[in-house]
Every structure is written in C-alpha cells, then in structure tokens.
C-alpha cells in the first residue's frame, strides 16, 4: 500500500526553490523567475516579494498595527513581528509580505546587554533586528513574557537575542540572522538586508547570490 505523507507547503516551496537555486553557478535571478513562474506565476519575484532591502522601513506584522512603522518607542525585550516596507520602482510604498518568511523580530535592549556574536555596528542603542523564520524547519518563533529569550513552538528550539539569536536549545541549526537597523526620525530603517543566510538557503554564499540579484532586479 502506498503511504502518503502530506508535507508543509512551506518546506516544500522552499524545496523547490533551492532546487532551483542549485543547479548551477550561473543560475540567477532571471533564471530562477522563470523557473518559479513557470510551476506558479505567484512566486515571481516583485516588491512584495523582495528580500528586506536597505532602506526599508518597519512596519507592524500583526493584524491590530497591520502595516503602521514601528516607533522606537514601542520596542522593548519582547520582540514585535515587524515586516519591511520598501518602494516599487514608480515609488509606491510596498509591503514585503508576499514572502511568509520576511517576518522580522525587532527588540530593544540595554546596549550593555548585547553580547557576541551580536554585531553591535549594525544595531542602534540596543536596537536589534533578526529574521523571525526559524532555521530548522521555517516556524515563526515567538517571545514569552517574562522571558527575553524566543521559543520556536515546532520543535522546541531557543534563541538569545542579546547574543546575536544564537541557538540555546532544540534543533534549530543556526542562528536566526540579524539584519542591520537604525532609528531614523521616528521611524526604524533597515541598513541591511540579513546579514548571513535565512531559512532556506543553503550558504551564505548562496544567499549573497540571490540578495545580489534582487537589488540588481528591483533597483
Ligand atoms: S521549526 Fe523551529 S524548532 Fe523546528
């Protein structure tokens, strides 16, 4: 009897697009568009579905702030879900939501708090920003009130933000990256897209490629 086993949508999209990423040095963008858009025009690469770029602004994920800036103000050691607001090429204000795992964790902390392998230059007075996609299998971690480190409720994992997201327990293999932030005005504005490769990505080198390509495209 054949056995089914359904699997996440998710992991099996990104399945497919490493798949695609992997077929060669000299796959690209382009290449790996077309390649997208031929099994499902939804995941051709645009703005919404854009990498977090520099200069984008942070907005609020959840639904009750849906798409408002973050002010500094608001952030504390719980992180808020925050999602990167660029510009299309006309200069409409875009959401990147279209990609599930640009969900970003933004926390503030007592600057003497942050420790290696944090980059302190990419964070601004205790500010710190890191993907919220969990490395193992692409959950969204969550922070506990009350406890400043983040649990992932798949399979347990735990991250310390004050210690650049490093790993503390559970499966996750790597850290959740830090992408580089500032407070400009009363706003929050990425001064980096993730600074080591997100969920999904097989290297760094893999990821520089793909982010590379996509500013090269959006511009
Ligand atoms: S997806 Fe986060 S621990 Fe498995």
């Given at each position: 009897m054949t056995r089914y086993k359904k699997q996440d949508p998710e992991i099996t999209r990104r399945k497919f697009i490493n798949v695609a990423m992997g077929t060669g040095a000299g796959v690209g963008v382009l290449s790996l568009v077309s390649a997208l858009g031929s099994a499902k025009p939804a995941f051709r690469l645009t703005a919404e579905k854009a990498p977090p770029l520099e200069g984008d602004v942070l907005v609020h994920a959840d639904a009750?702030?849906?798409?408002?800036?973050?002010?500094?103000?608001?952030?504390?050691?719980?992180?808020?879900v925050a999602y990167p607001m660029g510009k299309t090429k006309d200069g409409t204000p875009v959401i990147r939501a279209g990609e599930p795992n640009n969900q970003i964790g933004v926390y503030k902390f007592d600057p003497a708090q942050l420790k290696a392998p944090t980059k302190i230059e990419d964070t601004d007075n205790g500010i710190v920003a890191y993907s919220n996609t969990c490395t193992h299998a692409g959950?969204?971690?969550?922070?506990?009130?009350g406890s400043a480190i983040v649990n992932c409720p798949c399979h347990s994992g735990q991250y310390e933000p004050k210690e650049g997201c490093r790993v503390l327990g559970g499966?996750?293999?790597?850290?959740?990256?830090?992408?580089g932030v500032k407070v400009q005005g009363d706003q929050l504005v990425l001064t980096s897209s993730f600074l080591t490769s997100p969920y999904g990505y097989k290297s760094d080198e893999e990821w520089e490629a793909y982010l590379k390509q996509a500013e090269e495209l959006l511009a």
């Open positions: 009750s702030k849906y798409g408002q800036p973050i002010k500094p103000s608001e952030l504390s050691d719980i992180a808020i959950c969204f971690p969550k922070s506990v009130q499966p996750p293999p790597k850290p959740m990256p830090q992408l």
